[in-house]
């Protein structure tokens, strides 16, 4: 069981590249999450989904998209990459059958815009 | 909108000794979660204690335990016996619970969050 995997780990994009965060869930977890932290601050949520096919915006969604067709997969695509994006991402689930909707988080991905 | 505010960026300890954090947080919501999460260097985010707001027994878990005070909206983290291995930022984090409303109604807010330091 690993949990939540996010990949890659690292990279470093110039501005107006395009990328995909990748995040998988190997829990069955209905919820999906993602969040950015920036220096100093905690996270952010950008995108979050109920399920597969449904998907809705968070606090900080400008600049990014999402797409949910299955229960394990929530990418987070990055379309014409800007400093201001450069920031750690993290991916999350949580299940609405856990009375307290803990929420697991992925290890990180960090993105660097030059 | 919920705010989470963490007062202190940056605090030490000496190895075995007792320290608090603190958080407070705004909300017009009367039932909701509140967590404490750490990120240590690795960067994974790690919940070490929640509290249901209905319930006004405050939460422990081993070494780590809460202060929960409901009406002053206060929810500050107890950590007993400090470690090396509790070197990190610790994160205060608010969450609604309105059933019915979708994932949306249960993401997280977090505060800004406090280095902690544990000294040999």
């Known amino acids: 069981n690993a949990g939540v995997t996010q990949t890659p780990k690292f990279r470093i994009l110039k501005i107006g590249q395009s990328m995909t965060l990748q995040c998988t869930q190997d829990?069955?977890?209905?919820?999906m999450y993602w969040y950015r932290q920036d220096p100093g601050m905690g996270l952010k949520l950008i995108y979050y989904?109920?399920?597969?096919?449904?998907?809705d915006k968070g606090e900080v969604p400008n600049g990014y998209n999402v797409s949910r067709s299955t229960t394990e997969d929530f990418p987070l695509r990055l379309e014409l990459a800007a400093p201001s994006q450069t920031s750690v991402y993290f991916c999350a689930s949580s299940s609405s059958r856990n009375p307290s909707y803990e929420q697991y988080f992925g290890p990180g991905t960090r993105l660097t815009v030059t | 909108a919920q705010t989470v505010t963490q007062s202190q960026p940056e605090m030490s300890v000496q190895e075995a000794e007792t320290v608090t954090l603190s958080c407070t947080y705004d909300?017009?919501?009367?039932?909701?979660?509140l967590f404490w999460y750490k990120q240590p260097p690795s960067r994974q985010m790690i919940l070490v204690i929640r509290q249901e707001a209905y319930k006004q027994q405050n939460a422990t878990e081993n070494r780590f335990s809460v202060n929960f005070q409901k009406a002053a909206k206060s929810f500050s983290l107890k950590i007993s016996d400090s470690q090396l291995g509790d070197t990190a930022m610790y994160f205060c984090?608010?969450?609604?619970?309105?059933?019915?409303?979708?994932?949306?109604?249960?993401?997280?807010?977090f505060g800004k969050g406090t280095k902690l330091s544990v000294i040999p």
């Open positions: 909300t017009s919501e009367s039932n909701y979660y």
């Open positions: 984090a608010f969450m609604k619970t309105a059933r019915g409303s979708g994932a949306g109604s249960y993401q997280l807010t």
């Open positions: 829990m069955n977890h209905n919820y």
């Open positions: 989904s109920v399920g597969a096919g449904i998907t």
